[in-house]
């Protein structure tokens, strides 16, 4: 078995994360009583409200908390990965994985990153929109010609027939309208608070550079497959570089996986809540076995079967 752990992003989040796994694993409980992000983490995941849990400043340092102490557990339960990767915010969890951030740095970093990815939306009348069933080049067409009308961009390469745009609503909006005439099987806008992954992201991936100046990057113990590539690093890449690009182009996700599968990943682990990673693996690289944990019970069950057991 060569493994891989895959970390959800933004917009898995729910009220109530890790709740038994705080009531049943001490060191996960030890983890989000010592969380610092300049709020109550536990408070925010247990309790939300949902809409207050869904503001970009309060999800990312959440989601990370939460990631971070399943893959404690792992690592105690003699589960190592050979690789790992992450969905936009996940990316900052995969790093934490290979040992790149230690828990205090990386919970500063990612409330840093949401506060300033809220900063750089304000005043914005954005839009995102799921586009089904239209390959990259033809909405890459769509995009290039609505961008008349303001900046849109393919934001998310998710997995094969399912592609995400994000920009200026007017010409999200517009674009959306070309890809149908392109042959799209459906367009569906989404909500969303910012025009993240796309140019409008730069003062944020500004802010992050100068915050990067300023902490220590532990040694890779693994390799990370990094979004803005869908591989891992190559010659002359840095991770800082590599992070402030991330906050600001596109989430080759789909790439990441074909990457991962040519490389000899067999198993991917989802850690967060829901399946939405797996399900883009499947329809990727269905050879792939996957398993997901976002609760006390699947984390039993996925670990007893990683290492062969029965229950």
């Not at 404690?72 to 934490?96: M, V």
């Not at 799921?130 to 998310?156: F, H, M, P, W, Y």
């Not at 517009?174 to 730069?202: D, I, N, Q, W």
């Not at 113990?221 to 991770?239: H, Q, R, W």
Request: glycine share 10%.
């Amino acid at each position: 078995m060569k493994l891989a752990i895959v970390y959800a992003g933004q917009g898995s989040q729910k009220v109530g994360m890790g709740r038994d796994f705080y009531e049943q694993y001490p060191s996960f409980r030890a983890l989000l009583d010592g969380a610092d992000a300049g709020f109550d983490v536990k408070e925010m995941c247990f309790e939300g409200p949902e809409e207050r849990l869904s503001q970009t400043r309060y999800t990312q340092p959440c989601m990370v908390a939460f990631a971070m102490g399943v893959t404690d557990l792992l690592f105690e339960a003699g589960i190592r990965p050979q690789a790992a990767a992450g969905l936009s915010l996940g990316e900052y969890s995969a790093l934490y994985c290979a040992g790149v951030f230690d828990k205090e740095t990386v919970l500063q970093t990612v409330a840093l990153r949401g506060r300033a990815m809220e900063e750089a939306a304000k005043g914005l009348e954005c839009g995102m929109t799921a586009v089904l069933g239209l390959d990259r080049e033809k909405l890459q067409q769509a995009c290039q010609e609505a961008s008349q009308l303001g900046t849109v961009q393919i934001c998310n390469y998710n997995c094969p027939g399912q592609l995400v745009i994000s920009g200026e609503k007017a010409a999200v909006d517009k674009a959306g309208e070309l890809a149908r005439e392109l042959g799209a099987k459906r367009c569906m806008p989404l909500k969303v608070s910012g025009p993240f992954h796309t140019g409008l992201m730069k003062p944020a991936g500004d802010v992050l550079a100068e915050h990067f100046t300023k902490i220590c990057f532990g040694k890779m113990s693994l390799p990370v497959y990094f979004n803005c590539k869908g591989a891992p690093m190559g010659e002359g890449d840095t991770i800082p570089a590599l992070l402030e690009r991330q906050v600001q182009s596109s989430v080759y996700w789909e790439d990441t996986i074909r990457a991962m599968e040519a490389d000899g990943i067999d198993t991917i682990v989802e850690i967060g809540p829901g399946k939405t990673l797996s399900s883009f693996v499947k329809k990727t690289a269905p050879s792939i076995k996957t398993y997901n944990i976002d609760t006390a019970e699947n984390f039993v069950k996925v670990t007893a079967a990683l290492k062969g057991e029965a229950l």
